[in-house]
Nanobody
Framework: EVELVESGGGLVQAGGSLTLSCVASGLSLENYAITWWRQAPGKEREAVACFDRGLGDIHYADAVKGRFTISGKIREKTVFLQMNDLTPDDTAVYYC????????????????WGQGTQVTVSS
């Protein structure tokens, strides 16, 4: 059984930092890309950053480039999202998802999703 478990969310002031973790079980990061997604109230879910060990690719949404860093520990099946210089616009539920993706921004390409972790940035 595949499971993705996120942690690390919380409340932070604008300009602060958080690091999210996604621990995967039942799959190999050699075969699946892990992407962090987020969904803010009243907004569509958006892809934030992707760690694709199989292709050796890392991708970021324009909104987070230069502020967020995605990384992974393959053996530990864990992917991290280091978030710096946070703004209230980053407030959302953050999810990690796994899939053998071609288009990392297409949610239908992901087979597995975590339950999410809330990130709230106060102004």
């Amino acid at each position: 059984e595949v499971e993705l478990v996120e942690s690390g969310g919380g409340l932070v002031q604008a300009g602060g930092s958080l690091t999210l973790s996604c621990v995967a079980s039942g799959l190999s990061l050699e075969n699946y890309a892990i992407t962090w997604w987020r969904q803010a109230p009243g907004k569509e879910r958006e892809a934030v950053a992707c760690f694709d060990r199989g292709l050796g690719d890392i991708h970021y949404a324009d909104a987070v480039k230069g502020r967020f860093t995605i990384s992974g520990k393959i053996r530990e099946k864990t992917v991290f999202l280091q978030m710096n210089d946070l703004t209230p616009d980053d407030t959302a539920v953050y999810y990690c998802a796994a899939g053998p993706v071609v288009d990392w921004t297409d949610s239908v390409e992901y087979d597995y999703w975590g339950q999410g972790t809330q990130v709230t940035v106060s102004s």
